[in-house]
C-alpha cells in the first residue's frame, strides 16, 4: 500500500503562487508515475501535472508555463509549484501514485482558493 499526504494549499490572490506537497510513504519502492489532479466544484476531475520514476513530466494545456511538476526522491515528495494563479486554478488538487502493477492511490486532496 501506499500513503500519500498533500500540502500546501490555501487562499492566494490571483497572480500570486502556491507549491503543493505529496508526500509518499508505503510500498513507494513499485510507483512509478505520480500526477496532480484537481475538481472544481461541479466539474470532473482533471489532470494537471504528472511525473515519471524517469522524470518524464506531461502538463494540461491551461497550466502549461505556469505550473511546474518536480520530485525529491530522497524525501519521496513531489511537488506542485504553481505560478501565476488565476481564479480558474481553484479547485481541491489531489495526488495520484501509479504503481506498477497498475493500482493506483489518492490523497485527500487539499484545497487551492484563487481570489480574483
Known amino acids: 500500500q501506499v500513503q500519500l499526504v498533500e500540502s500546501g494549499g490555501g487562499l492566494v490572490q490571483a497572480g500570486g503562487s502556491l507549491r503543493l506537497s505529496c508526500a509518499a510513504s508505503g510500498s513507494i519502492f513499485s510507483i512509478k508515475l505520480m500526477a496532480w489532479y484537481r475538481q472544481a466544484p461541479g466539474k470532473q476531475r482533471e489532470l494537471v501535472a504528472r511525473?515519471?520514476?524517469?522524470?518524464?513530466?506531461n502538463y494540461a494545456d491551461s497550466v502549461k508555463g505556469r505550473f511546474t511538476i518536480s520530485r525529491d526522491n530522497a524525501k519521496n515528495t513531489v511537488y506542485l509549484q504553481m505560478n501565476n494563479l488565476k481564479p480558474e486554478d481553484s479547485a481541491v488538487y489531489y495526488c495520484?501514485?501509479?504503481?506498477?502493477?497498475?493500482?493506483?492511490?489518492w490523497g485527500q486532496g487539499t484545497q487551492v482558493t484563487v481570489s480574483s
Open positions: 495520484n501514485a501509479i504503481l506498477s502493477s497498475g493500482y493506483q492511490y
Open positions: 511525473i515519471t520514476s524517469d522524470e518524464n513530466t
